[in-house]
């Protein structure tokens, strides 16, 4: 009885996921390991934040090979998972559950934007899935065969698109509709019969911006059952941009779209421009005393921190196939 009393203490451990960092590129631009200094969202950062689910972002920028780049920052993760005990890969809730128990960090990969696979398509997705892949964002920047994007509103889902979110909701991936158009959005959170995310997007209604999500939006994915993932740079917070301001927005976010919509994807090593008291990972938890401050319940805020996006990546998991 004793021993399946601490059993149920550990599967109670606290999860904090980060839908968004883009580590991986830093440390392929600069050589770092994940454990090395001087990283917003390093080892050292998200043990000192209390991140224990972190998604490690596959980003293929403009000008390079995009399906090669991938293969570069993946084959680089998969180096330091290997290296180091601190980190592994989760499969499943429930694995980054076990392996957040055991004190580790659990590691799962988002491709930034569908173009990353512009030439293999749908046998590109189940590769990288195998590997690992969770999260399938449609577009970066830019509008490709798939999506349009918000960075040059190119329209909406596109034919091969429809096919790409079918097949990647089959296999149990998340799509993640930050970077895509309001009419991308819309298209595929208003068909979805799984959870869609935005993984590291704000409330427009707060600051203004094409990267931040309209109300109507942020009603869509929650109407999906999945989540929006708190965005901590500067210029998609607004101003004075800080703890209150992010507190802010997930207060909206709450408002617009219910308590379960409400997630973190800080963009943390992403080149962003960070929050003066919100710099690194490592502070995140002056968000959750911000909120306490605010009256908000500890199941509340643990809803935000993690259990939001644990309870949608498992119905995608459940219903997929
Ligand atoms: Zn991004």
Redesign the pocket.
Known sequence: MFALLLAAAALAAEMQADL?L?TPTQLYRKKLGLDAAGLEAGLTQLNEGGTNLAVM?L?PPRDSSWEAHVETLLATMEQEDARLDAVTLARSPEEARAIAVRGGVALIYSL?GAHGIDKSGVEGLRALHARGLALL?LT??FSNRFAGSSGDDGGGLTADGRTLVADAQRLGVLIDL??ASKATTLDVCGTSKVPVLAS?SDAAAVKAHA?NLTDEEIACIAATGGVVGLNLHSTFLGTPAGVQKAADHVEHLRDVGGIGVVALGT?FD?LIKPPPDLLTSSHIGLLWAELRRRGWTEPAIQAVRGENFLRAWWVARSLAG
């Open positions: 968004h883009d972002v980003w930034e964002g970066w920047s930050s970077h590291h990267r963009d992403g």
